[in-house]
């Protein structure tokens, strides 16, 4: 019989997507085989302790991170004191961090240091992929299609306001300001005059000191779901009927206005583009495992635009990721199982990687 693999599940974090996080793991968790795995909970708190906790199979996911919440800061992976002792490794770490720390690098960086295999994409790509501003750079550097946009720091803004909202106002109105290092939809705002532009600015500084701002566009919100490393699995492309305005953080997780369609009502050879270009997307920020990548497609002239790349996805049984591999013939389980095995085929991988080298000096 073989051995379960121990997985570390890897949830909450310190960013505005804490709550998102918790419902993504829940779900994780609940389809995770247990003839397979043995699920190890690691809630890591809004104020950054993580702690290890125990499921039994019992205590409801949402509040595992609120039970056990110590006031000292802890690493429970790596002994901080001397004589002290860590907890063991898991076999695999799932990370299931939205947002900050567990989609910008860090996690990763982390993870890279334990030697340990751990899913969805490295270092590199999720710090590229989680700042909106540069993503959108290197696909215009690739020859990609993206809506014309501004990007700003707050050091900027705040050193010549007016010059930089007349640079804004050249792309025309509606604008959309979003905060480059957020997800969820959390920060962002359509603005539709100038008089409520700055303040709009300021609020997304709030969240983030890089924000950046779109051309308002009527557009189709269309979405593919990505698998694999270097070619990818690109799953049919589904559409998200917009309720609000936009896609809002409320009528992603909250509301009911929105819907979803799998497969979308467009021609086959505009899918077979948005795959493509989804492929093109993901390879170009050296992107591994998953990423959901969306579209938007201008509704006068069918012009495509990439939109941006989630390299963690939502999980819930309502998101957009698993729903299009699930029409695309891969189960929940099975989509888990496949980002498990891609984990420990690149840990494998690196592992065979030259670490050393002799350089024949003699050093004083």
């Known amino acids: 019989m073989t051995k379960r693999r121990s997985v570390g599940l890897i949830f909450g974090g310190e960013s505005p997507e804490h709550e998102v996080s918790i419902v993504t793991a ?19 708190a809004r104020n950054g302790v993580w702690t290890v906790l125990n499921l039994n199979g019992k205590t409801p996911f949402d509040r595992l991170v609120a039970q056990e919440r110590p006031e000292k800061s802890t690493h429970p ?10 907890t063991p490794l898991p076999d695999i770490f799932f990370n299931a961090i939205h947002g900050a720390s567990g989609e910008d ?20 790509a ?35 306001p007016q010059e ?3 640079a804004i106002e050249v792309l025309g109105y509606p604008l959309f300001v979003k905060p480059a290092n957020l997800g969820s939809s959390i920060g962002i705002e359509k603005v539709k005059k100038t008089s409520d532009l700055s303040a ?42 917009v309720g ?42 050296d992107a591994y495992g998953m990423a959901r990548v969306d579209f938007f497609m201008e509704t006068t002239s069918g012009k495509l635009f990439l939109n941006e790349i989630n390299l963690i996805p939502g999980f819930t049984a309502i998101s957009m990721y698993p729903k299009l591999m699930e029409a695309s013939g891969l189960s929940y389980a099975a989509l888990l199982d496949r980002l498990i095995d891609l984990a420990l085929d690149r840990h494998a991988k ?6 050393g080298f002799e350089s024949g000096h003699t050093w004083a």
């Not at 950046?212 to 799953?235: D, Y």
């Not at 021609?267 to 093109?280: E, F, G, M």
């Not at 690196?350 to 670490?355: A, S």
């Open 244 to 285: 609000e305005e936009f896609y809002t953080f409320h009528d992603k997780y909250v509301g009911k206005k929105s819907t979803t369609q799998i497969p979308a009502a467009i021609p086959a050879l505009v899918s077979d583009q948005i795959r493509h270009q989804a492929q093109l997307a993901f390879r170009a920020l």
């Open 164 to 166: 930089n909202l007349s």
């Open 200 to 241: 709009a600015l300021v609020r997304a500084f709030t969240y983030d000191r890089r924000v950046l701002v779109e051309q308002g566009l009527s557009v189709r919100e269309l979405e593919v779901a990505v698998l694999g490393g270097e070619a990818p699995f690109v799953s049919v492309v589904g559409e998200v009927l």
């Open 350 to 355: 690196e592992l065979k990687k030259n670490r």
């Open 77 to 86: 992976f790596l002994p901080l004191e001397k004589g002290s002792e860590a």
């Open 105 to 124: 690098g860090q996690l990763q960086g982390y993870l890279q240091l334990l030697h340990r295999p751990y899913t969805g994409a490295g270092l590199l």
């Open 126 to 160: 999720m710090a590229a992929g989680m700042d909106k501003w540069i993503t959108k750079r290197i696909w215009q550097s690739e020859g990609l299609p993206v809506v014309p946009f501004v990007g700003l720091t707050e050091e900027r803004w705040q050193q010549n």
């Open 26 to 44: 829940r779900s994780i968790a609940q389809h995770l085989d247990p003839v397979k795995y043995d699920v190890i909970p690691i809630g890591v």
